[in-house]
């Protein structure tokens, strides 16, 4: 028997029920949760992405036979010549650029909640009219992998009301590029049953092979919440998880911390497996990914003893002396020019180009330039 005795003099307990923290959440929100404030064109297409994960959900993690082109949707597999380009947080290329190399180009909108954030229309120096006018023709195609609340809603609205295919959401970039890696590696992408997991750590911790026990190490850490990962945060959770962190073991057993480099610049590696794209890598003074994803697609492509792959950084320039493209140029007016000619024959000329010294470079364009000149002079 207890005997309760009761104050009654102290105050009542002012309870406050706390709202969920959704806004910056790297967590994907269910749609029932954003339909106060969101648009539907954004609704209803988030909405197919989230029930396309419900239904593909258990294939997508143990399904050999599905294939990455079973996720996307129609309009992202029309095009065989597309590029990716990461805007999500660094600023990028003017659009021009993109655009005179690839029939479609596949852009990671920016986020709208993070301090120096910039509208897409400044970072690609395009208006409106110009973009939304680019993505009927599909031309610019876009993926929102993060919380759907990062994103600036009426610029999903914008472009979703033209071309309501012209969004990838997470769920089903996640797909994709889980089954690319799969494709590439034949291990990463994959969610072992317990026992699958326990033989495979233990044959490679067994190994006399010092790769495997670092392989060992990596999927130690992370295998047994690969599924919880990637089910909460979608397409941002799979740098977590796959090639990124057995490079980064790889870096640890040699006493160096890569770890925050390699993920972050494994992310936009990796979506562009999953797009089937040429990837850009972010490359600025002040920072650059391309030694990152370097070492990332020795793991997922095999290590190539020479690679002559255009970079960000040299388009502009080539782009300018060899082909008279500059920054200032109406883009629909270069957009209406570059479909008359065969666009995939840019890349391979400025390819011949990028390997060049300054030196080399400077008498080619010399040469180039005198040679048009003597084919205008006879025309005339």
């Known amino acids: 028997k207890y005997n309760i005795?009761?104050?009654?003099?102290?105050?009542?307990?002012?309870?406050?029920?706390?709202?969920?923290?959704t806004q910056g959440n790297l967590t994907l929100v269910a749609s029932q949760y954003l339909r106060n404030n969101q648009p539907k064109e954004i609704l209803e297409k988030y909405e197919e992405d989230q029930d396309f994960w419900t239904e593909k959900r258990a294939n997508i993690f143990s399904d050999v036979?599905?294939?990455?082109?079973?996720?996307?949707?129609?309009s992202f597999r029309k095009s065989q010549n597309r590029c990716f380009v990461d805007a999500s947080v660094f600023p990028?290329?003017?659009?021009?650029?993109?655009?005179?190399?690839?029939?479609?180009?596949?852009?990671?909108?920016?986020?709208?909640?993070?301090?120096?954030?910039?509208?897409?229309?400044?970072?690609?120096?395009?208006?409106?009219?110009?973009?939304?006018?680019?993505?009927r023709r599909g031309r610019i195609k876009f993926v929102a992998f993060q919380n759907l609340q990062r994103y600036d809603s009426n610029f999903l609205a914008d472009v979703?009301?033209?071309?309501?295919?012209?969004?990838?959401?997470?769920?089903?970039?996640?797909?994709?590029?889980?089954?690319?890696?799969?494709?590439?590696?034949?291990?990463?992408?994959?969610?072992?049953?317990?026992s699958t997991q326990y033989n495979l750590l233990k044959e490679c911790y067994n190994s006399k092979v010092d790769a495997l026990k670092i392989l060992a190490e990596s999927?130690?850490?992370?295998?047994?919440?690969?599924?919880?990962?990637?089910?909460?945060?979608?397409?941002?959770?799979?740098?977590?998880?796959?090639?990124?962190?057995?490079?980064?073991?790889?870096?640890?057993?040699?006493?160096r911390d890569y770890g925050i480099e390699l993920m972050t610049s494994a992310m936009s590696l990796e979506f562009s497996l999953g797009l089937g794209a040429h990837h850009f890598?972010?490359?600025?003074?002040?920072?650059?990914?391309?030694?990152?994803c370097k070492i990332l697609n020795g793991i997922y492509n095999g290590v190539q003893q020479s690679q002559n792959e255009l970079r960000e950084m040299e388009i502009q320039t080539l782009l300018s002396n060899i082909f008279t493209i500059n920054n200032d140029m109406n883009v629909l007016e270069l957009d209406d020019i570059l479909s008359k000619y065969s666009r995939r024959m840019i890349p391979q000329i400025l390819q011949e180009y990028a390997?060049?010294?300054?030196?080399?470079?400077?008498?080619?364009?010399?040469?180039?330039?005198?040679?048009?000149?003597?084919?205008?002079?006879?025309?005339q």
């Open 281 to 292: 890598p972010f490359e600025h003074t002040g920072y650059s990914e391309v030694n990152a």
């Open 92 to 135: 990028r290329n003017n659009i021009r650029e993109y655009i005179s190399l690839y029939d479609t180009v596949i852009i990671a909108i920016p986020l709208a909640d993070s301090p120096n954030s910039q509208s897409f229309y400044d970072i690609f120096k395009i208006s409106k009219i110009e973009l939304l006018e680019l993505v």
């Open 65 to 74: 036979n599905l294939t990455k082109d079973e996720c996307l949707i129609d």
């Open 355 to 379: 390997h060049l010294t300054p030196e080399e470079l400077s008498f080619k364009i010399y040469s180039l330039n005198k040679d048009i000149k003597a084919i205008e002079k006879r025309k």
């Open 160 to 194: 979703l009301s033209v071309d309501p295919e012209c969004v990838l959401f997470s769920r089903r970039l996640a797909a994709a590029t889980l089954l690319a890696i799969r494709e590439k590696t034949g291990l990463f992408g994959f969610a072992f049953d317990s």
């Open 5 to 21: 005795k009761t104050d009654h003099e102290l105050p009542d307990y002012n309870h406050q029920i706390k709202k969920s923290n």
């Open 219 to 255: 999927l130690s850490e992370n295998i047994a919440f690969f599924e919880y990962g990637i089910n909460q945060r979608g397409a941002l959770g799979i740098s977590q998880f796959c090639g990124a962190s057995f490079a980064a073991q790889i870096y640890k057993s040699r006493g």
